[in-house]
């Protein structure tokens, strides 16, 4: 997975293609991401507690991981990921990297 809650995207196709936001939710089954501000839908909902009188509610809906890229967060421009296995404190861990930059984040 390249992407994880609360990283920065940038979305590169469909509709919304050139918007950036902040992961909200990844289901890594699915592969899909919910982005904030991008993709909205309008939920037709009954009354409940929340809302008394029901009503058509817009949302953030799942778009494809495969439609977004991450931003490094020095460059501040969309870049893939790598990832490097790292040594600390005697216990190997792995860590993502920009591919532009090559920082790890």
Same mark, same amino acid.
């Given at each position: 997975?390249?992407?994880?809650?609360?990283?920065?995207?940038?979305?590169?196709?469909?509709?919304?293609?050139?918007?950036?936001?902040? !992961?909200?939710?990844?289901? =890594?089954?699915?592969?899909?991401?919910?982005?904030? $501000?991008? +993709?909205? *839908?309008?939920?037709?909902? %009954?009354p409940n507690q929340k809302l008394?009188?029901?009503?058509?509610?817009?949302?953030?809906?799942?778009?494809?991981?495969?439609? !977004?890229?991450?931003?490094? =967060?020095?460059?501040?421009?969309?870049?893939?990921? $790598?990832? +490097?296995? *790292?040594?600390?404190?005697? %216990?190997?861990?792995?860590?993502?990297?920009?591919?532009?930059?090559?920082?790890?984040?």
């Amino acid at each position: 997975m390249h992407v994880r809650k609360n990283d920065m995207v940038l979305v590169i196709a469909g509709n919304d293609a050139g918007k950036r936001g902040r !992961v909200l939710k990844v289901f =890594p089954k699915k592969g899909t991401v919910i982005v904030e $501000g991008v +993709r909205f *839908i309008k939920r037709h909902t %009954k009354p409940n507690q929340k809302l008394p009188n029901g009503g058509i509610i817009e949302r953030e809906a799942p778009i494809s991981i495969s439609n !977004v890229m991450v931003i490094d =967060p020095q460059t501040n421009q969309p870049t893939r990921v $790598g990832h +490097r296995r *790292i040594e600390e404190n005697g %216990k190997k861990r792995s860590v993502r990297v920009s591919k532009k930059s090559g920082s790890s984040f």
